[in-house]
T-cell receptor, first 119, second 114 residues
């Protein structure tokens, strides 16, 4: 159990276009999902916290108008990179926290990531 | 805000050698502690976690970690590494309250030579 999927796994887009990345919890409900960004050979940096039914909480320095997050249901959060530029090229990883169950408050389950390349 | 330091950026070991990767955290409250592994081309997998109780926790694949509260440390150990342990290892913490977002260390690249 506790599987998180991301779609697409990789995407190449042209500069100026928008890209939507989906994060789904397949076998559990997740009130909270997190979006991270990982540059090559570096650690994961938290971008924002996605809350079901309410606005996302963005970390300092992350442009909320550029990285639109929607958490429309207990199993789906989407990250839309608007007007993408080459510097947005990165590995985007989501994680989901169980809504209920033992240890539900603490543990996160990670998706496989989405590699975005902006040309 | 919490922070996590991993002092070893790149570790090279021979098979059967013992491993210890350091992790120190900084936070004013109580935390949960995690070690994740990322094999080449794969996604993050949880190795082990500490929420409370016995400070010595055992994880998958023969890994263990010890939480030493007085030192704010959560070092990862394995008595005998294998070539298949070659991967990136991340220490992470989150607070027991609030959003519980994870803060990751910078990662340690482990290279095990056959």
């Amino acid at each position: 159990g506790a599987v998180v999927s991301q779609h697409p796994s990789w995407v190449i887009c042209k500069s100026g276009t928008s890209v939507k990345i989906e994060c789904r919890s397949l076998d559990f409900q997740a009130t909270t999902m997190f979006w991270y960004r990982q540059f090559p050979k570096q650690s994961l940096m938290l971008m924002a916290t996605s809350n079901e039914g309410s606005k996302a909480t963005y970390e300092q320095g992350v442009e909320k108008d550029k990285f639109l997050i929607n958490h429309a249901s207990l199993t789906l959060s989407t990250l839309t990179v608007t007007s993408a530029h080459p510097e947005d090229s990165s590995f985007y990883i989501c994680s989901a926290r169980r809504t209920s169950g033992r240890g539900s408050d603490y543990e996160q389950y990670f998706g496989p990531g989405t590699r975005l390349t902006v040309t | 805000a919490q922070s996590v330091s991993q002092h070893n950026h790149h570790v090279i070991l021979s098979e059967a050698a013992s491993l210890e990767l350091g992790c120190n955290y900084s936070y004013g409250g109580t935390v949960n502690l995690f070690w994740y592994v990322q094999y080449p081309g794969q996604h993050l997998q949880l190795l082990l976690k500490y929420f409370s109780g016995d400070p010595l926790v055992k994880g998958i694949k023969g890994f263990e970690a010890e939480f030493i509260k007085s030192k704010f440390s959560f070092n990862l150990r394995k008595p005998s590494v294998q070539w298949s342990d070659t991967a990136e290892y991340f220490c992470a913490v989150n607070a027991k309250t609030g959003r519980r977002a994870l803060t990751f260390g910078s990662g340690t690249r482990l290279q095990v030579q056959p």
